[in-house]
Structure formats: structure tokens, C-alpha cells
């Protein structure tokens, strides 16, 4: 597609446990992104791609969170034993590299029940 | 750490122009931009501007950059229906990857 893709768009689940979120980014871009929106903080960074490295991880609030990505491309940001602070969007971006603007998908909704 | 403010919301009639305000404090800016928000929906990309450049202009969106009073503005001009969301403003400092976003600003606009 063109652009950046996210899935699932909704995610409900209880307490305690993990969830997988998945990023496709728009082809040929770099750099990639995850943020959280959420009502009381607002939008938050969370972790930086440059390629399948992530030299920024100073965003992800709690060794529960993990990412990865892989091939370049597609990424997956891990949450473990789930708590219901973590309910959120979680937003993905990409970049064509770190110095051009981010263009983000339409989020993952999660809800922890 | 670096700080991003608008104000919450903005209410105009159609037709007339919007001017939506933004504040920074980060005095290593390089990039400095404008995403719109609607419902159920991810962050469109409006506009961007260079921190060494005062204004551009796209269509009817209109940025001011004041780098000297950390100050950025937003005109749309005759606002429409269609142009009711949140717009958020996002700086990105110098060596850094990041965007940090302000609150947004709820746009809405009235008949």
C-alpha cells in the first residue's frame, strides 16, 4: 500500500497478558517510529528504527515493552504482561530517513480489559 | 526535558480564517511541524518548517516561525467543515530522532 499500515486497528485483552503490534512501513523508508497517544500524556515517543537497529529506545516506559524489526521493513512492538495503564493508541511512523518528515498510520487501539 | 504548548480549542465560522498558536522552548530546533488529527484516524502530515526560515506557504495553509519567541502559527485560510480535527504541532531538535508533540488543538467549525 502507500502508506503506513497497522494491525490490528483494535485490540481488546485482559490484564496480564501479551500483545503484539505490527508496523508496515511505507516501501523504501528507513527510519521507523512507534509513539503512544494517550488521554493523560498525551503523544509519547517511544522507540526509533534505522533499519533493523534501534539506537533510540529511551521512550519505552517499562521493560514489559520490547520491539523489533526485521528485513528492514515490518516491526512488532511486544507488550508483556499487560496492565491498564498501557491502554492506548500506538501509533507508527516512517521516515524515507531520520532527517525527512514521519508519516504515521492509523494507530492500534488497545484496550486492557 | 523540551516542551511543546498550544491552546486546547479553537472555534470559527466557515469561510473565515483559523490561526492556530504553538510554543516551544527548544533552542536546538531544526524542524518544526503540523499534523491534523480526526477521528478514529492516525497523523496526517499538513506542513513543515525549516528553523531558519519565517514562513511557507501551501494552498491555504499559511506557517509563521517567530524563532526568536519560540512562537508558530498556523493560518488556515477559508476554513471549511472538512478542516474540523486536532492539530498537533511537533518539534524535532537537532541530532535527535524524535518528535515531541504539543497537546493539539481542537479545531472546529461552525455553519
Known amino acids: 500500500g502507500a502508506g503506513v499500515s497497522q494491525s490490528p486497528s483494535n485490540k481488546v485483552t485482559e490484564k496480564g497478558k501479551d500483545v503484539e503490534l505490527r508496523c508496515d512501513p511505507i516501501?523504501?523508508?528507513?527510519?521507523l517510529y512507534w509513539y503512544r497517544q494517550s488521554l493523560g500524556q498525551g503523544l509519547e515517543f517511544l522507540i526509533y528504527?534505522?533499519?533493523?537497529?534501534?539506537?533510540?529506545k529511551s521512550g519505552l516506559p517499562s521493560d514489559r515493552f520490547s520491539a523489533e524489526r526485521t528485513g528492514g521493513s515490518v516491526s512488532t512492538l511486544t507488550i508483556q504482561r499487560t496492565q491498564q495503564e498501557d491502554s492506548a493508541v500506538y501509533l507508527c511512523?516512517?521516515?524515507?530517513?531520520?532527517?525527512?518528515?514521519?508519516?504515521f498510520g492509523d494507530g492500534t487501539r488497545l484496550s486492557i480489559l | 526535558g523540551e516542551d511543546v504548548e498550544q491552546s486546547l480549542f479553537l472555534s470559527v465560522r466557515e469561510g473565515d480564517s483559523s490561526v492556530i498558536n504553538c510554543t516551544y522552548t527548544?533552542?536546538?530546533?531544526?524542524?518544526l511541524y503540523w499534523y491534523k488529527q480526526e477521528p478514529g484516524a492516525g497523523l496526517q502530515l499538513l506542513t513543515y518548517?525549516?528553523?531558519?526560515?519565517d514562513m511557507k506557504q501551501d494552498q491555504r495553509l499559511t506557517v509563521l516561525l517567530n524563532k526568536k519567541d519560540k512562537h508558530l502559527s498556523l493560518r488556515i485560510a477559508d476554513t471549511q467543515t472538512g478542516d474540523s480535527a486536532i492539530y498537533f504541532c511537533?518539534?524535532?531538535?537537532?541530532?535527535?530522532?524524535?518528535?515531541?508533540f504539543g497537546t493539539g488543538t481542537r479545531l472546529q467549525v461552525f455553519p
Open positions: 511512523a516512517s521516515s524515507r530517513d531520520k532527517n525527512q518528515p514521519q508519516h
Open positions: 516501501s523504501g523508508h528507513t527510519a
Open positions: 528504527f534505522q533499519g533493523n537497529s534501534a539506537p533510540d
Open positions: 527548544d533552542s536546538s530546533s531544526t524542524y
Open positions: 518548517i525549516f528553523s531558519n526560515m
Open positions: 511537533a518539534d524535532r531538535s537537532y541530532n535527535t530522532d524524535k518528535l515531541i
